[in-house]
């Protein structure tokens, strides 16, 4: 049986708190013209072509999750939509957010377990407030409440529904009222065209020493009660619901995150009983989970450079111990988005199916009803724990394994849409239409075909051609028929961030059940080229002053486009290729909170970060 106390990470968080670069060398970017010919390759776009990129956070707890209510946050759904739609928010360590601009779109996301309970059992009305666990759960004594927290989560870990015995009616009760309440303001709060609210919840599993946590979204304005990690802790039982849901006629689709934390779990080889994934299995979690969650507070799940040691930028925002304990993560395999995009494909090769044919999307997984995405204005994740500068840079829960120093001002989710709906925003996602930023409101578009017309990237109409004649991101490429994939991307700063750094295009491949990853600088800034006996590009600069955690935009660009040939394109080999864009270096975080405290910044943790975008993978298959 896996450890339960690290397992449960971050539920058992609080009680931990109060007690190419390429395999073998560089290569240098490529590029050619797009060839004029007519067109053989047609995506797959919606009945009006996506023209405007949505934000939003598909991640977001309040106090009805109950880690966050002992994180003393008690901001409910409705101010974290409010919040989301730009409105200022108290925070339970101090002072008053607000974000820059509104999202279009966000997700709620309580933990389905024990889902408004502890809330409701501190109401001195409510039968659950004279349980001895209870009272200890809400001791101001660190150490009390710590150890309820515990007995807790081994609750929850083991499948145990009667936390709140004798009261467990008044348990379910309060679960239940807490969940009808959840999908009442959800639907108060949508607003078609303007704002779209999401009906939403995680399932809050563990298997193997990790975490192997998922978000429910749905498409409409009904759910029945949510399934909990008490109800089954394995994936297989958990889409076997939502296939229930889908044939009642409610569209579903679960996000798994912080692959990061899941100890190897969440792209395994096997099923959840160890067994061989069969096609079944694959057809199943495919159509169930269409993305995942690349980045959020809890770190960044790109790659990492154990797994991809040639890539000059993989060691960017990396959770070191699992949350809330000493134990430092050392199972890279399985865990990471491009080592999972390689060993799908890889497996394609052997079984014929692929589990991980996935697009991606951001969140930040707060526990605060706000999203933390803007690195000069960073306010935590984590209620009273982290919620103030001294609190995260005297590293003042280290000691329990959790330095909140390392967690992240991360991530958004973008999608590209007709319009701002639920359906819209749910259908972009099942498309894999979407891509994730670590905060910053980078755009960026992407298209990959065989056949593209006689356009430009970001000139007249051609996003209708690009969808004419080619496929999007998330999307996969026709026949090759002796051709090369061309691929045409564009980016766009953040209009209130940085400039641009340079747009990379990542090529992962299986050729015999071997997979490999190669990395091209498609398109830098400031007139560098790849130097062709290192394949690397010259560093942008830097312009951060890190006394003043300031930074000019007078180097990057604002906008970078480019079209991309992948002449070493082998047409008998699987592949999926996906963008990721560089900022300019920026301060951290911590390199403002350090100005704010009038001390220097941390030497032990990076002063700068350029920040980024990753999009969504387009697919070819023989």
């Known amino acids: 049986m896996s450890n339960p106390i690290r397992s449960l990470a971050p539920l058992l968080l609080a009680a931990a708190l109060m007690v190419a670069c390429n395999e073998g060398g560089g290569a240098p970017a490529q590029t050619a013209a797009i060839p004029v010919t007519a067109p053989t390759t047609p995506g797959t776009p919606p009945s009006q072509e996506p023209t405007r990129v949505l934000w939003g956070d598909l991640h977001l707890h309040t106090a009805w999750s109950f880690d966050a209510f002992v994180f003393t946050t008690t901001a409910t759904p409705d101010d974290a939509y409010n919040f989301a739609k730009g409105a200022p928010l108290a925070h339970p360590a101090g002072g008053v957010y607000q974000l820059d601009r509104p999202f279009d779109f966000l997700a709620v996301t309580d933990h389905s377990e024990y889902v408004g309970v502890v809330n409701a059992a501190a109401d001195p009305s409510n039968p659950m407030s004279a349980l001895a666990v209870t009272r200890n759960l809400l001791n101001p004594n660190p150490m009390t409440s710590g150890q309820a927290f515990l007995a807790m989560g081994a609750a929850i870990h083991n499948g145990n529904k009667d936390f709140f015995a004798p009261q467990r009616a008044a348990s379910d009760k309060a679960a239940a009222d807490a969940w009808a309440k959840t999908v009442e303001i959800a639907n108060r709060q949508n607003d078609p065209g303007k704002f779209t609210a999401l009906v939403a919840y995680e399932w809050t599993a ?45 569209p579903v689709l679960a996000i798994p995150h912080n692959s990061n934390i899941s100890n190897g779990e969440m792209f395994a080889t096997t099923d959840s009983f ?54 430092p993560i050392t199972q890279f395999a399985g865990g990471y988005v491009r080592d999972a995009l390689k060993k799908g494909l890889a497996m394609q090769d052997g079984d014929g199916f692929n589990p991980y044919r996935f697009g991606v999307v951001g969140g930040t997984d707060s526990h605060l009803a706000m999203s933390p995405v803007i690195e000069n204005n960073y306010f935590g994740t984590t209620g ?108 766009a700063k953040d209009p209130n961030g940085a400039n641009l750094d340079r747009v990379q295009i990542i090529k992962v491949w299986s050729k015999g059940g071997v997979s490999h990853e190669q990395i091209f600088d498609a398109v830098l800034s400031g007139g560098r080229v790849v130097d062709p006996n290192t394949g690397k590009a010259p560093p942008v600069g830097n312009t951060v002053s890190v006394g003043s955690a300031t930074y000019t935009n007078t180097i990057g660009a604002a906008i970078l486009t480019g079209t991309w040939v992948d002449l070493a394109f082998d047409a008998a080999a699987r592949a999926a290729y996906y963008v990721r864009v560089l900022e300019i270096p920026t301060p951290r975080w911590s390199t403002s909170d350090a100005v704010r405290l009038s001390r220097p910044a941390p030497s032990d943790l990076p002063s700068t970060i350029q920040e980024r975008a990753f999009t969504s993978a387009i697919w070819y298959t023989p």
Request: some cysteine; proline content about 6%; overall charge neutral.
């Open 206 to 250: 563990s298997q193997g020493g990790g975490e192997i946590h998922r978000n429910i979204i749905y498409r409409g304005n009904g759910a029945p009660l949510p399934y909990t990690s008490m109800d089954s802790n394995r994936p297989e039982d958990l889409w076997a619901f939502l296939e229930t849901n889908r044939r009642a006629g409610r």
């Open 274 to 327: 160890g067994q061989k994934m069969t096609a079944a299995y694959v057809d199943a979690r495919s159509r169930n989970e269409p993305v995942v969650e690349i980045t959020q507070t809890k770190g960044t799940s790109e790659t990492n450079p154990t797994l991809s040691p040639n890539d000059e930028f993989a060691n960017f925002e990396l959770l070191e111990t699992f949350p809330g304990s000493t134990t």
């Open 384 to 491: 009273n724990r982290d919620g103030t500068a001294a609190l995260r840079l005297n590293c003042t829960y280290c000691a329990s394994g959790t330095d909140f120093r390392k967690f992240s001002a991360s991530g958004l989710a973008a999608v590209w849409a007709p319009e701002n709906t639920r359906e819209a925003v749910f259908d972009a996602i099942q498309r894999k239409e979407t891509y994730a930023t670590t905060g910053p409101r980078i755009q960026v578009r992407f298209f990959g075909g065989f056949d593209f017309g006689d356009f430009a990237p970001g000139v007249g109409d051609w996003v209708k051609s690009a969808y004419k004649t080619g496929t999007p991101m998330g999307g996969a490429l026709g026949t090759a028929q002796g051709r090369r994939p061309v691929f045409v991307v564009w980016a």
